[in-house]
C-alpha cells in the first residue's frame, strides 16, 4: 500500500514516526512543496494512494474525488475543519486525529499571550529598540477576571495552568459533560455574563458551523471596554473584521491571535500595535509536535492492518453531535 505524508516538515522533531512509516513495508510518498497544499495539489497527490499522514490542507468533495481507494486520513493535529468527516464517513474513509498530544502546547501559548497582553510586553519590546524607553503600566494576572471559553482539553488545561497565579476565572461551555466540573478558582456562568464580566477572553471551541464566528460582532459589543481577546482555538470562531473595528474604536484593549480564517494572515490588525499575531504555532512545540506525528502515524498504520484506530475523529464526532442535540434539546426544556 502507498501512504502519502502531506504534512511537513515530517520527523524534524523526532525520527520514530518518520522511521515507523519507512519500515512498515508500506511505499511512501512525500510532500514535495515543502509547505501546506493547496486543494489542486491535494486532488493530484492522492489519486493512488491508500492513506494521508495529513495537515491542515483541504479534504473536501473537490479534492476527494479524484481518490479510488483512499482508507484513511490521519490528521497530524486535533483540528477536523479542513476533512469533509461526513462525506468520509459515506466513503468508508477511516478518519483519526490526536486530539491530547497538541492540548500542552497550545494552553502554554494561551497563557503565553495572556501575560503578554496585561503586561504589554510586545509595546515595551518595540519601545526599547526604538529608543522610547517606555515603562508601561500593566495588570497582574489576580487583577483580572478572566473568561475562558470551552472547557475541554485545552480550556481546562489554561485554567489550572491560570491558578498559580491566583486567577479569577469564568467558564461556560455548552457540553454538559464539562459543564460544572471542579476547577480552580474558577465560576461557571452562562456566555453574557462571562461576555459582560470579564477582562479577557481566551477562546477554546472547535471549528463547526454553529461556531462560525461565534465570537460575532453582537457579542464582541457587550464586552467590557478594555478587554482583550486570545485566540488560539480556529481563526473562523471569531469575527477579525468586528475585531478589527472594536480594536480601532477602543472598545477593545487589544487582542492576541494564533489563528486566522485565512492563512497566511495580512488582513488590518497587522497594523494595530496593541495586536499579538503568531503563525499559527500553538501546537509548535518539540514535544507536541513529536507526540502528535507518532500518534498519527500509529493509528494510520492501524488502520491499514484492519484494526481500530486509538482515536477515531469519526466516532468522536457522532458522540460531540449526539452531546450537542441534547444540550440543545435541554436548553428548549428549560
Partial sequence: MRILISTSPFGATGREPLELLENSGHDLLHNPYGRRLRAGEVAELIQDVDAVVAGTEPYDAETLRSSTRLKVISRVGIGLDSVDLDLCRRHGISVTYTPDAPSDGVAELAVANILALLRHIPQSDRSVREGAWNRLMGRLVREVTIGIVGVGRIGSRVIRLLSSFSARVLATDTDMRVYGMELPN???????????????????????????????????????????????????????????????????????????????????????????????????????????????????LRVLAGQEPANDALAAAALSRSTQDRTKSRSQEL
Fill in 186 to 300: 474558577t465560576t461557571w456562568c452562562d456566555l453574557d455574563t462571562l461576555l459582560r464580566s470579564s477582562d479577557l477572553i481566551s477562546l477554546h471551541i472547535p471549528m463547526a458551523v454553529a461556531n462560525r464566528h461565534f465570537l460575532s460582532r453582537a457579542r464582541i459589543a457587550r464586552m467590557r471596554t478594555g478587554a482583550y481577546v486570545v485566540n488560539t482555538s480556529r481563526g473562523a470562531v471569531l469575527d477579525e473584521e468586528a475585531l478589527a473595528d472594536g480594536l480601532r474604536q477602543g472598545h477593545l484593549g487589544g487582542a492576541a491571535l494564533d489563528v486566522f480564517e485565512r492563512e497566511p494572515y495580512e488582513g488590518p490588525l497587522c497594523r494595530m500595535d496593541n495586536v499579538i499575531l503568531t503563525a499559527h504555532i500553538a501546537a509548535s512545540a518539540r514535544q507536541s509536535r513529536y507526540l502528535m506525528e507518532l500518534g498519527a502515524a500509529q493509528d494510520c
